[in-house]
């Protein structure tokens, strides 16, 4: 049986990524930080406020986000989008993406 505390590692080992390319797909359209978190649940990507909003600050210092802040509503809010440059990525992560998933159905034996 699996220990617990070596399936979360891998676990977290195995989703880090995917979380950029999750946030990269989903900020085509604008959004702020907490509707993100709650869209990348609700998608099935559990992240710790935490652990989003660093990685977003790191994706817009990478040129990969672009942020605009919204003051017209009482509490101002920070939206982000993806960049050119992080659509680019978003695709070519995207395409490998789903050529892993292929290679991972092949080895499986279901395809």
């Known amino acids: 049986m699996l220990d617990d505390e070596l ?3 891998h676990l977290q080992e195995l989703r880090r ?10 900020l085509r359209k604008p959004n702020y930080g907490y509707a993100l ?6 998608s099935g990507f559990a992240v ?3 652990t989003l909003y660093p990685l977003l600050r790191r994706l817009e210092k990478q040129g990969l986000l ?15 989008r993806t960049s050119d440059l ?8 995207s395409h490998d993406w789903d050529e892993l998933h292929a290679a991972f159905r092949t080895l499986k034996g279901e395809s």
């Open 17 to 26: 990524g995917t979380v950029v390319l999750a946030c990269l797909l989903i």
């Open 66 to 80: 672009t942020s605009d802040w919204n003051t017209d509503e009482s509490r101002p809010r920070k939206f982000y």
């Open 48 to 50: 710790d406020a935490n």
């Open 86 to 93: 992080g659509g680019e990525l978003a695709d070519t992560l």
């Open 7 to 9: 399936l979360s590692t």
């Open 37 to 42: 978190l709650d869209l990348l649940e609700r």
